[in-house]
């Protein structure tokens, strides 16, 4: 699309090709008691902030860069929202536009969708009241570590007695008694809102006081269309981390292997999905927090354009770079639940979703030593997946992403400094783990922060040159640069200190960070396992300002990984 498609379309702008580095970062791993001390003398001792944040190299490479003279035509870009403006059938009912009415027959595969639900019980094979009661029985140990809280029985059951009914009668709603769970960073009606919080600290904070008795926009268009809501996901606390260890809710089980963590922060939900209790679940993305666990539990997962999913009356913790989107068991129940999400906010610039009337461009492009840096295995299933794509008619172009470490330093700052902002700067009352990272996110130099918002509007300019050079182009590579995270043994439990390792942390960002930093929608599927740990490995794709459903398109098609697979703890599906 051309920039005057678009509002707010970056200037394009090719930036000076960089060599690709990744330098290994130096911040110490830690968990259990020595965490604790640590983290109690970080909050109180203001040098030891300072020592720390030194130690994060971000101050060092960002001077360097703005002393190489290459941002001296860059104004700060605070904001990456890129409204797409180009006629689309928004005209068209809410039905049509979101392809509500277009749910496919049910076919075997992994998971049960929405589809499979649906045909269930509309030929009287079960019922939603049947479903939920199922839930409920459930509910054991492993499964309740994925929820911070389930919905109460008697609004369970009277909801899917409702959804019952409607089929009975044949009124039934496009979703109706699907069953969905939500990330506890959205505000849902009835629920309190915790951000992963314990319950204590998340009321001292007044956290979604002002919302309550009210539903993020784009979770209630999910529940208009008949959804069943089971609960509020696990996430890792104030989202602020890859893993999901929450010591104040326990840490979800990994549904292939119980000896790996099921990635963050969005990690209820992804378990969730990959466990089989819904089909959809909305989660949130600041830094990789949609993508990692859809990677991590096997499942798909889109991360919007910013700003295209509308989350009002709630506020994003990380405002320039958090978006909410879906997680969702197949393609299709990925489509349907974005195309719902994203029906736009009566005070929404954005336009009404459309699936594509014609094919979009067969372009993929790869940054080779970038696509590259990851763990064998990875590379060896991401490559044969891109050969598969190939085979079905797409071409790949070389092309090259400059400063990207300096990129990811910039985003980490300014995630950091958005969440410790929010928390007011005040550590007290967090895990461990969290008191180390609001504390040292507290001493980013103000200068910092502005070098890194230029940065952002380089690497936005060049994306944007690049998409002009090669329309409808996806930028693909692995989702994560590894199969997985092992848990840190004694640090995962509800009650315990956690863990704080944030060399792995970036590590797992490295290719996730880049959508979040420039505003770009980007999807994660499936791929294929690790031999050993039967972990999930998962490609990912980055399209153009508003390209969803170019990157659904993609995803959609047959690479042939899917199947029955048997998971890490010996289950069989």
Known sequence: MA???FINYPTPIKAAETPYENPPPSNPTLSGATLSVLSNLVIHVGPVQQLLWRNTGFTQSLLKVESSGVLDNYIPRYDPTVIPVRATSSSASASA???ADDIPAPAPRTFHSSADYIAAYKSGATTPTAVAERFLESLDD?????FICTTPREVLLAAAAESTARYAAGTALPLDGVPLVVKDECDVAGTQRTLGLSTREANLRKIGHEQQGQTSWCVQKLLDAGMIFLGKSNMHEIGLDTTNNNPNWGTPPNPYNPGYYPGGSSGGSGAAVGAGICPIAVGADGGG?????????????LKPTHG????S???SIAPSVG???PIAATMHDLALAYRIMSTPHPSSPFPSPSPSSSPSPKVMGIYRPYFDDCDPSVLALCNAAVNKFQSLGYKTVDITLPLLPESRASHALTILSEISQGMGGNSRGLTPANKILISVGTRAPARDFLIAQKLRSLMMSHLAALWQEYPGMIIVTPTAPHAGVEVHEGSYGKGEAGASDNNKSLRTMQYVFLANWTGCPAISLPVGYEGDSKMPVGLMGMGEWGSEEGLLEWGGRDLG???KKERGGGRQE
């Open 561 to 563: 990984t899917g199947g």
């Open 323 to 325: 978006v909410v989107g």
């Open 308 to 311: 295209r999913v509308d989350t």
């Open 289 to 301: 927090s949609i993508r990692i666990p859809a990677t991590y539990c096997g499942v798909f997962g």
């Open 97 to 99: 536009s979101t392809g």
């Open 142 to 146: 492993d499964i309740s570590r994925i």
């Open 3 to 5: 920039p005057t498609d």
């Open 313 to 315: 009356p709630t506020a």
